[in-house]
């Protein structure tokens, strides 16, 4: 190679299993083969190690599950070029133009219902995270027989992305067939960049009023997007920095016209990610010459930034807590340059409430400094608190018991329910429904649409335990898809549930009570039409579509009644690219405007930044003490 700093070097088992070094030429061709013969190789790149594999070969695709602890997640697939990708999957003009940007993103695509990759590669999936080679290694790696890699990131299942070579070598030489490295250092980790890149069109190529935008969604902002800062419509007086969250954490610096999100970190609660992320703050501020003075987090004192980061390592500093989703929304306002007013549609999995509960499936009335909670989905029990996220047949389970009347009728849909279980988590959901009344005083309530969707996937049958964050409402969106490809948009109708008709409107901002926006008759409808026999997919669409018409509906009342024009959508349910599209499209038909997230994911990720921002407006306008802030029940309050 021209470059001998990227010359690679290929350590390896040879027959007697003894490691043996290889350099150049010869490396590439051991790789090549080790490749091609079911094999495993750690590849260093430019942000850290891939583990690499045929993405053709079933035996090395389940062996490298195992070696990262991941069963089910999806698993990332490098192409040779776009030639090789677009005869597995469908892509638009857009999805290329994002594939061959200098960004180099993982962009996931819809596969070729004739496509021969492996359904392991994405269990239960129609769709793929597709990506091209981006590093001078990565060419080199494809052959005749070498089409199609796959290249995820090497680490274990919630450990942070490995790049040094030593503990690659230590780390990854005891479970892969070779480490592939160069002589480059890496001296920021970064993981590869993520969009949601979908084009469906309804049947026949015919235009509708459903027919979807082919427009991105950033799953993950890393490599490629980082260190680029986002522009502040109000100018900071202070440095703030915003501590982000503790799940998919990301912290963002702001000073002046600037604010500076670091990359993806991935979750807080493992040590190794708690260090990766404060040798990445050092790095932030030792070359963007920042130093914090005023620090915001997340008002959930639970919270590991909020504990260590904010309360430990930056002892000294002026501390800001902010809630979790008036930090989305507010994130969502400054990446659109909006100061005014907006009605703000929260929806995710889990927030610290104001009055003790999990939020997460919000409507809110926000400005960069304040906020009111407007309405919410209904409360139900948390069953088992953390445990329901990883188990959601316990959300199946709570959203029936709260539309249902109890009775051990056979026929009863609480029974059916179970009996469609399978045997062992039958037999768990069994035990818990009888210590239920025992135990319901220890859980949390929650309003999270994340559970929503984890608990109507659980009704559906389409995941009772979840392996990897979102996976219930992947498969849940993945079912809808089917359908919609199937059938079309405009035959979706919405289920009729109960509306919501406020009468006292001219309470709010003065105390009045955040509305309950009930599931009784949702939940109801989608038993009912599981026991008629109706398709997975189709109840899946009009669970989808159900969601988008309230939401629609309940922010245009709140923007007619508060004299506003502006929706604003963040939180990581609007991921959902069937969710955002009805979403956007019911909102524009009634003459709203529409703000979303287009430079950060609406994930957690974006948390950060809304911090900086909220600080940043708190400061301005009177200081920490003494602004309005929202009160429990939602309404304003003088501190």
């Known amino acids: 190679m021209a470059d001998e700093q990227w010359s690679p070097v290929l350590s390896c088992r040879t027959g007697n299993s003894k490691a043996e070094s290889l350099g150049g030429e010869a490396a590439i061709v051991a790789a090549r083969m080790i490749l091609s013969t079911h094999g495993i190789i750690a590849v260093k790149g430019l942000g850290g190690f891939h583990l690499v594999c045929n993405a053709q070969s079933s035996l090395a695709i389940a062996r490298l599950r195992q070696i ?6 999806p698993l990332a697939v490098m192409f040779r070029d776009i030639e090789t990708l677009q005869r597995e999957c469908q892509i638009s003009d857009l999805a290329i133009s994002l594939l061959a940007s ?6 996931i695509l819809e596969r070729h219902t004739a496509s021969t990759l492996p359904r392991l590669l994405a269990p239960g999936l129609d769709t793929i995270g597709v990506i091209l080679p981006y590093a001078p290694l990565h060419p080199l790696l494809f052959s005749q027989d070498l089409d199609a890699l796959v290249a995820t990131s090497a680490n274990r299942s919630g450990e942070p992305t490995i790049y040094e070579d030593a503990k690659a070598h230590d780390r990854l030489g005891p479970y892969v067939d070779g480490v592939l490295t160069h002589g480059q250092e890496i001296v920021q980790p970064l993981d590869d960049s993520v969009l949601y890149c979908m084009a469906h069109i309804n049947p026949g190529n015919k235009k509708s009023e459903g027919q979807l935008e082919s427009e991105p969604i950033l ?5 490629g997007y980082v260190p680029s800062p986002l522009s502040l419509a109000q100018p900071l007086g202070q440095v703030i920095m915003g501590c982000g969250s503790d799940v998919k954490a990301s912290f963002c610096l702001g000073q002046g016209k600037l604010a500076f999100p670091s990359p993806y970190l991935g979750n807080l609660e493992n040590p190794e990610t708690l260090d990766r992320y404060r040798s990445t703050l050092a790095r932030y501020q030792e070359f963007l010459h920042l130093e914090p003075t005023v620090v915001a987090h997340d008002l959930n004192p639970a919270h590991i930034s909020s504990q260590i980061i904010a309360a430990t390592d930056l002892a000294g500093q002026t501390k800001i807590p902010i809630q979790h989703h008036h930090a989305h929304i507010a994130a969502c306002m400054g ?3 909006i100061s005014g007013p907006v009605i703000g549609i929260a929806y995710d999995g889990s927030g610290y409430g104001l009055d003790g509960k999990v939020w997460g499936g919000e409507i809110l009335y926000c400005t960069p400094r304040d906020f009111q909670r407007l309405a919410h989905w209904e409360n139900v029990p948390l069953p088992g608190n953390s445990r329901a996220i990883r188990e959601p047949w316990r959300m199946a389970l709570s959203y029936l018991k709260a539309s249902f009347v109890e009775s051990s009728q056979e026929h009863h849909p609480v029974q059916l329910s179970l009996a469609n279980l399978p045997g062992a988590t039958r037999k768990k959901a069994t035990q818990l429904l009888d210590l239920w009344d025992r135990l319901e005083a220890s859980w949390l309530t929650t309003s999270s649409m994340g559970r929503l969707f984890d608990g109507v996937a659980a009704l559906l049958g389409l995941c009772f335990e979840s392996s990897y964050t979102g996976q219930a409402a992947i498969l849940l969106e993945n079912a809808a898809w089917q359908f919609v490809r199937a059938r079309g948009f405009d035959v979706i ?7 919501i008709a406020p009468s006292d409107t001219n309470s709010y901002g003065n105390g ?16 009912h039409e599981q026991v008629r026999g109706m398709s997975i997919g189709e109840i899946a669409a009009r669970f989808h579509r159900t969601i988008a018409q309230t939401t629609a509906e309940m922010a245009r009342f709140f923007c007619q009644e508060l004299r506003i024009s502006t929706v604003a ?3 990581g349910v609007w991921q959902n690219q069937l969710l955002c599209h009805w979403t956007r499209m019911l909102l524009r038909q009634v003459g709203l405007d529409v703000i979303w997230h287009r430079q950060l994911s609406p994930g957690d990720e974006c948390i950060g930044f809304g911090q900086v921002i909220i600080a940043g407006a708190k400061l301005q306008e009177g200081g920490v003490w003494g602004v309005p802030c929202c009160s429990s029940q939602g309404g304003y309050h003088q501190r």
Not at 102 to 107: A, T
């Open 493 to 499: 109708s919405p289920y009729q549930v109960d509306r």
């Open 569 to 571: 959508l963040s939180g």
């Open 102 to 107: 200098p960004i180099k993103p993982v962009v």
């Open 335 to 337: 990446e659109n340059g």
């Open 512 to 527: 009045h009570p955040p509305i309950s926006i009930p599931l009784t008759s949702l939940i109801q409808s989608i038993v």
């Open 219 to 223: 799953i993950r902002r890393s490599r």
């Open 68 to 73: 990262k602890a991941r069963p089910d997640k």
